[in-house]
């Protein structure tokens, strides 16, 4: 029995040696911020950074005199690498920079680390009758989850995924969904309204999460604060206060319309001139962050 124990004990300390060090805490940071991942032990060699699923493309390296960033957006610095410190850089991480990533020392391994993007959350209300339109930002295969918040919603569960420019749904999405750059839901009514969350199918990791509310104008706080306050003069009066505020809210609208496009113009058109020139990649990551209206009003 005592050396039953013992083996026992000797296993655990084995399993503790050989996993100690080479694998960290995933690394979780927002869409388009630098990202550190962490590093240390004792190495005099060559020290480089690949990712796990390509250990011949080298991102960065550090040796005795210097370091390298073989590819752009990854670096390390030497300063560090005297310390012990063999840090990899990511200057810019995006959903395409998700995944493992190893490090090494003249060929025998250092760390892995797991690089995490944080899901873009974004709330979105529109009316009956409007289209949803669901972001990907990633070519692997991605799955569709409704959780509803209304009694008389749908099921929740999976209600879509997509992989390359295959889709597949549930039959009761099947004739509303339609495929492009992102996946569109149309005619929402208010028992749609609920929590969808886009999923990376490969690396079970959450893309998007948007809570999304579908209501008619009257249902709207405009409306329901006007109506209450005439409510008390009688039902008319109610009606009447409601559709008012709503009216005016609309002239208010058109008039600051009317004033950018005749007063401001000229003076907004040469500032425009320099964002229309900015790089694709930002305005992909404009979109990302949910604050374009792409026909329900999109709000973070």
Known sequence: MQLHRKGHCDLIVLITVFTAGSLSAPVKVNLHDSATLSCSGRCSGLVRWTEFSDRTDVLAECNQTSC?????????????????????????????KRGSYTSDCDGEDLCDVKLKIEPLNCTVQMEPGESLVLMFDVSDPVEVIYNSTVTAGPSSGQICTVGGRSLQCKPEYTQRASLTSALELRNMTPSDSGLYAVM??????????????????????????????????????????????????ALFIMFGVFFLGVVAAPWVHPQMDSYVQMPRSNDSSYRSQCKEKERGQMII
């Open 68 to 96: 390298r960033s073989v590819k752009e957006g990854y670096h390390m610095i030497h300063d560090q690498y005297l310390k012990e410190d063999f840090s990899l850089i990511i200057t810019d991480a995006d959903f395409a």
């Open 200 to 249: 990376d199918k490969r690396n079970e990791d959450v893309l998007h999460t948007y809570t999304v509310t579908v209501q008619v104008v009257q249902d709207s706080w405009i409306w329901k604060t006007t109506y209450e306050k005439g409510k008390s003069d009688g039902y008319q009066t109610g009606v009447w206060f409601g559709a008012l505020a709503v009216g005016v809210a």
